[in-house]
């Protein structure tokens, strides 16, 4: 499974932005999806997970309620759509897959990472 990650940008805080993650591989529609994030200075944490089917999704409670995660299996695409943006949201998102699914939300519980975008948020 190969993973990219784009969307990232330069926005001002309170504003939205979605990013995207396309899937490349065998069974890759069958993989749990994260999306994790780290900040300059920082660890890389947990964001949000969704799993195979779609249906079941877990968030870190510091986004819930601004974070959606989504996935579109037959364009082999995750989504994570990103509202009401704060200063602290500044950082490299990566996008990653767990070959045996599950809502994790440990780093090394997932097989295969993206490179990463980049999104910086001015106050």
């Known amino acids: 499974v190969q993973l990219q990650a784009s969307g990232g940008g330069l926005v001002q805080a309170g504003d939205s932005l979605s990013l995207s993650c396309v899937l490349r591989?065998?069974?890759?529609?069958?993989?749990?999806m994260g999306w994790f994030r780290q900040a300059p200075g920082k660890e890389r944490e947990f964001v949000a997970v969704?799993?195979?089917?779609?249906?079941?999704?877990r968030y870190a409670d510091s986004v819930k309620g601004r974070f959606t995660i989504s996935r579109v299996n037959f364009k082999k695409t995750v989504a994570l759509q990103i509202n009401n943006l704060k200063p602290e949201g500044t950082a490299v998102y990566y996008c990653?897959?767990?070959?045996?699914?599950?809502?994790?939300?440990?780093?090394?519980?997932?097989?295969?990472w993206g490179q990463g975008t980049l999104v910086t948020v001015s106050s």
């Open positions: 990653a897959a767990r070959a045996g699914g599950g809502l994790r939300v440990g780093l090394d519980e997932y097989d295969y």
């Open positions: 591989g065998r069974h890759a529609s069958y993989t749990a």
């Open positions: 969704i799993n195979g089917s779609g249906d079941e999704r």
